[in-house]
């Protein structure tokens, strides 16, 4: 049987052959010769099984590593030697390759995964959401349209309206998991143009309120979207580095005056240099009574919603228009997972949704809302996934514990950084804490040059990061509590490697 049915095929070649003019064969050896040359492409079971291991085994290699790892670590090359393998038409091999990786990518410059990471807003990367990329990845699963992915999409909006219920919005509520903190800021800002109706002609005639603490991404996003030049108000802000209500409501109140138009306030949930919670609930009575937009910057702190101190600290949150909330930051994730919920959907939708005539396909089924009409976006990344599986798979409860103990680690800091002879600003609302060596007698100049030699002393040191800011003119140092990995032993390293930087100026 087997017999005859090769003997039919291949009497059926050489009769197509025979029929086809020789340029047709020609075609199917170079097709089959393509085929070939791709096979790399798509590596086989046993293939897949002996990358899969030694990636594995890489990264088991720097978790295995990374309590002891130094959390700054100053290379002299800073990874050049990466460049001296250009892309080119043959591969090199995975050893090779893995090597270049730990040596001159994972290792020089700061070191996020680590719980020494004390500068800047500190990042995490969940084991979990690895897992999560990887399966993301092989099925790359369409996740920007509900037809082409009902099930991930179901899972974004899932998690959407989980984060809109931690912030206190209504069923109303829309959002979508963007790729960081300044685009979700910049997508709140341009909804809330969209909301208010502001056309070009009025910019220069409305009004945004935010104090210099405000993130930068939101100055970005003004000027991205096209909003240059509306009048940007800092209001003043008091001792605690939190707005002012009393002069935001003069402030407006004589922009009403003018002739202005008051279009949109925004606080902080958390600013990034100090960490300091604006009265959101006072804010929200005047945004409701002034008829602005009202959005809350809780990139860094919005997740601390989940605990009972956070939700006290972040009251009001709840009334606003719109609030940004990095996964990436107080929940977690590795490095690219953004979020912005808004109160209302229909304003949402109607500044971001698109449909081009090649997706009519797409557009008769119903369903859920496609994250493609809520944000810029179209095909994307299957965020959902990275955030869906730690949360899924351990709860909500461990999250809590590591945010509870990061609130009471900096408060540990906050009073044994004094005891070492440091002064320090206001008592932390959320996780960041500012303090500064300045001894007696000394110079503005001189506080300024030892609290420098001090940064850059700890980041030689490396065993702890920690960065500095500007606060009111003065070189100020910071510590962040926020990595998952961050523990008491952490804080008294920290503690630790201070201590002998500042006995450089007091002996
Ligand atoms: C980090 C941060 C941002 C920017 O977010 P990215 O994820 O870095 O883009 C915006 N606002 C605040 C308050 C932040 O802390």
Same mark, same amino acid.
């Given at each position: 049987m087997? @017999?005859?049915?090769l003997?039919?095929s291949?009497?059926?070649?050489?009769?197509?052959?025979?029929?086809q003019?020789?340029?047709?064969?020609e075609l199917?050896?170079?097709l089959?010769?393509?085929?070939?040359?791709?096979?790399?492409?798509?590596?086989?079971?046993?293939?897949?099984?002996?990358?899969?291991?030694?990636v594995?085994?890489?990264?088991e290699r720097?978790?295995?590593?990374?309590?002891?790892? @130094?959390a700054?670590?100053?290379?002299?090359?800073?990874?050049?030697?990466?460049?001296?393998? &250009?892309?080119?038409?043959?591969?090199i091999?995975?050893?090779?390759?893995?090597?270049?990786?730990?040596?001159?990518?994972f290792?020089?410059?700061?070191? &996020?995964?680590?719980?020494?990471?004390? $500068?800047?807003?500190?990042g995490?990367?969940?084991?979990?959401?690895?897992?999560?990329?990887? =399966?993301?990845?092989v099925?790359?699963?369409?996740?920007?349209?509900?037809?082409?992915?009902? +099930?991930?999409v179901? =899972?974004?909006?899932?998690?959407?309206r989980? %984060?809109?219920?931690l912030?206190?919005?209504?069923?109303?509520?829309?959002? !979508?998991?963007?790729?960081?903190?300044?685009?979700a800021?910049?997508? *709140?800002?341009?909804?809330?143009?969209?909301?208010?109706?502001?056309?070009g002609a009025e910019?220069?005639?409305?009004?945004v309120?935010?104090t210099?603490?405000?993130?930068h991404?939101?100055? @970005?996003?003004?000027r991205? $979207? +096209?909003?240059?030049?509306?009048?940007v108000?800092?209001?003043?802000?008091?001792?605690?580095?939190?707005?002012?209500?009393d002069?935001?409501?003069?402030?407006?109140?004589a922009?009403?005056?003018?002739?202005?138009?008051p279009?949109?306030?925004i $606080? #902080?949930?958390?600013?990034?240099?100090?960490? %300091?919670?604006?009265p959101?609930?006072e804010?929200?009575?005047?945004?409701?009574?002034?008829?602005?937009?009202?959005?809350?910057? *809780?990139?860094?702190?919005g997740?601390? /919603? /989940?605990?009972?101190e956070?939700?006290? @600290?972040l009251?009001?949150?709840?009334?606003?228009?719109?609030?940004?909330l990095?996964?990436?930051?107080?929940?977690f994730?590795?490095?690219?997972a953004?979020?912005?919920v808004v109160r209302?959907?229909?304003?949402?939708?109607?500044?971001?949704?698109?449909?081009?005539?090649?997706?009519?396909?797409?557009?008769?089924?119903? +369903?859920?809302?496609? &994250?493609?009409?809520?944000?810029?976006?179209?095909?994307?990344?299957?965020?959902?996934?990275?955030?869906?599986?730690?949360?899924?798979?351990?709860?909500?409860? &461990?999250?809590?514990?590591?945010?509870?103990e990061?609130?009471?680690l #900096?408060r540990?800091f906050y009073?044994?950084?004094?005891?070492?002879?440091?002064?320090? +600003?206001?008592?932390?609302?959320?996780?960041?804490?500012?303090?500064?060596?300045?001894?007696?007698?000394?110079?503005?100049?001189e506080?300024?040059? =030892?609290?420098?030699a001090?940064?850059?002393?700890?980041?030689?040191?490396?065993?702890?990061?920690?960065?500095?800011?500007? /606060?009111?003119?003065?070189?100020?140092?910071?510590?962040?509590?926020?990595?998952?990995?961050? !523990?008491l032993?952490?804080?008294?390293? #920290?503690?630790?490697?201070?201590?002998?930087?500042?006995?450089?100026f007091?002996?």
């Amino acid at each position: 049987m087997a @017999k005859t049915s090769l003997d039919k095929s291949v009497k059926r070649r050489e009769r197509s052959e025979r029929l086809q003019p020789k340029a047709d064969s020609e075609l199917m050896a170079r097709l089959r010769a393509l085929e070939r040359a791709q096979r790399p492409l798509d590596p086989g079971a046993s293939r897949r099984k002996r990358l899969r291991g030694e990636v594995v085994a890489a990264s088991e290699r720097f978790l295995r590593k990374i309590d002891t790892a @130094k959390a700054f670590e100053e290379s002299e090359n800073k990874g050049e030697r990466l460049l001296s393998h &250009p892309i080119s038409e043959e591969g090199i091999p995975l050893e090779t390759a893995i090597e270049l990786l730990e040596n001159d990518v994972f290792l020089p410059g700061g070191q &996020p995964a680590s719980g020494g990471y004390l $500068a800047y807003i500190p990042g995490g990367g969940l084991y979990h959401s690895a897992l999560g990329d990887f =399966m993301a990845a092989v099925t790359n699963k369409y996740s920007g349209l509900f037809f082409a992915g009902p +099930g991930a999409v179901r =899972m974004e909006n899932m998690l959407v309206r989980w %984060a809109a219920d931690l912030v206190g919005y209504p069923a109303s509520a829309s959002g !979508h998991i963007s790729s960081g903190g300044s685009i979700a800021n910049l997508v *709140a800002i341009t909804t809330a143009r969209d909301a208010h109706g502001l056309k070009g002609a009025e910019f220069a005639t409305t009004v945004v309120y935010l104090t210099s603490q405000a993130h930068h991404s939101i100055d @970005k996003a003004l000027r991205i $979207a +096209g909003l240059a030049e509306v009048q940007v108000r800092h209001v003043p802000i008091d001792g605690h580095y939190r707005m002012r209500t009393d002069a935001l409501a003069e402030m407006i109140a004589a922009d009403r005056t003018q002739g202005l138009r008051p279009w949109l306030i925004i $606080a #902080a949930g958390g600013t990034t240099d100090t960490g %300091a919670i604006d009265p959101l609930d006072e804010i929200a009575t005047i945004a409701q009574r002034e008829r602005c937009w009202f959005h809350v910057d *809780a990139a860094y702190g919005g997740f601390f /919603l /989940l605990t009972e101190e956070g939700k006290a @600290k972040l009251k009001g949150i709840e009334r606003s228009d719109s609030a940004v909330l990095d996964p990436h930051k107080s929940l977690f994730l590795p490095y690219g997972a953004g979020m912005v919920v808004v109160r209302d959907a229909a304003p949402l939708i109607a500044s971001q949704h698109y449909s081009g005539s090649y997706m009519q396909d797409a557009l008769c089924e119903a +369903g859920d809302i496609s &994250p493609s009409d809520v944000s810029p976006e179209l095909t994307k990344h299957f965020r959902a996934l990275r955030m869906w599986l730690p949360l899924i798979l351990v709860g909500t409860r &461990p999250f809590r514990a590591a945010l509870e103990e990061k609130l009471l680690l #900096a408060r540990y800091f906050y009073e044994e950084v004094q005891k070492l002879g440091f002064e320090v +600003g206001p008592p932390p609302d959320l996780t960041v804490v500012t303090y500064r060596w300045e001894p007696p007698g000394a110079t503005t100049e001189e506080v300024d040059r =030892m609290n420098q030699a001090i940064v850059d002393g700890t980041r030689h040191d490396g065993r702890v990061f920690l960065s500095s800011t500007m /606060l009111d003119g003065r070189f100020t140092l910071r510590m962040v509590a926020l990595h998952f990995r961050t !523990h008491l032993r952490t804080i008294q390293l #920290a503690l630790r490697v201070l201590r002998e930087q500042a006995e450089a100026f007091t002996e």
